[in-house]
């Protein structure tokens, strides 16, 4: 609506008001109306109608989803049970509305619906639809994730009509003047999306409770930053010791001469690190590896240990950085970065040469995959799974201070079966402690939604 210059407040809220109330009397037609009896077929669709008008009063009046003896499907029959289930659900609307019930005449299960019990029944619906005049109510509630109802959805965009709000912190929406049939939706990223048509005729609490779908991080991992352990984390590397030239695969593609270098481990592990000679002269090797070495020296013990030696490689054409389970190796493309900082990337791929062998096809494992039934990020799909969920437990159990409430939630929330596992393999983390708990806490989730900002 468009208000010229000079409109008066009080005029604008007349046309608002007669908006209102033309959409509240407005009623939807019936199929067939009415329904004759020998003439009429009783249909599927006629009982699909009756059964979503009612579920709108119900939804209006706040009463739970009613169940229905069968619910009528397109193509199937329609069974005189369905009008028991409906007039039973229609007869709570009219308690709720402090009215006694209509009766319909005799309805038998088993026996066929009868054309003037259908017409009974649609005149009881249209009877509670026709609205007093229509007073504007507030439609309110809380979009909630379903695996934890303490935990609520912050930036959900929740529709009415063309109206629209997104959720803040609290996972509240709320529409004020709202009245006769309208259809509420939720859009919450990660999550399957639902709409609820709803007759309202007074103020409403209706929360939405979400089943999670899909990833807790679209777009990929962004929001749990593993930059911590960059530089300054604690390392066990304990010295570097030059290996001479070797003839080794750095990068895979072109095997040639490099220069070798083994670290060593405060807890005696040692690895090697091959430096390909386009990175620079001998004295440049040694600087890349011993940034190596440290970054080595940051991942927990159970990765390292699996990593028997690096490739620091110069060539942008392949993939840049990935790994050879088989041969414990890892390769990375080594120029704009200082080897220091590879921590974080060896999280994942130290995963996937530690662990991906011993782990990704277990029973187990693929169990807990099935009953999570999503992933932790668009990437980590398939073979990127475990590399994928690995550093997001290590985030949630051993750095809980390095990663937003919000995030852990989701983390917790999307792969609790995966985390369970990880927990039970006993593995040795050491230079880490878990000092973060697994247990879900109150408080929103970022449903984030693709081309959104990071909320911070
Ligand atoms: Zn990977």
Redesign the pocket.
Known sequence: MVLAPGWKRAAAATALAACIAAAASAQQPWTDDPVVAGQTPIRAVHLQEIIQRIDALRAGRGLPEATYADRPRPRGGVRADVISGAISALAAVYRADGLAPPTYGRVASGEPIRAATLNALRAAIVDRERLPPARPSTVAGRIIDARHEQVVLWNARVELGDRHVITRRDGRYRFDRVSGPVTLAVDAGGYVGQSRQVFVQRDLDLDFVLQREGTAFPEGSGAMSLTFIDNDGTTLFDGITDAGQAQADCPASRPGTVHRFDVRFIDGRSSFVDVDPELGDHAEAMRHATGMGRALGRVPTVLRAGVQSVCLHNDGTEAAN??YPAAGRIYYYLPGRDANDLAPITL??G??VALDPHHRHTPEWRAAVGADGNHISD?GTG??DL??SFPAWFLVRYNPEHIADWAKRAVLLTIPNRLAYLEAQGFDMSPYAPTGSLMVTPGPIYAKRRGDPQPF
Do not use: D, N
């Open positions: 990935f790994a994942h791929e995963t996937h990437y073979s990127e590399a994928e």
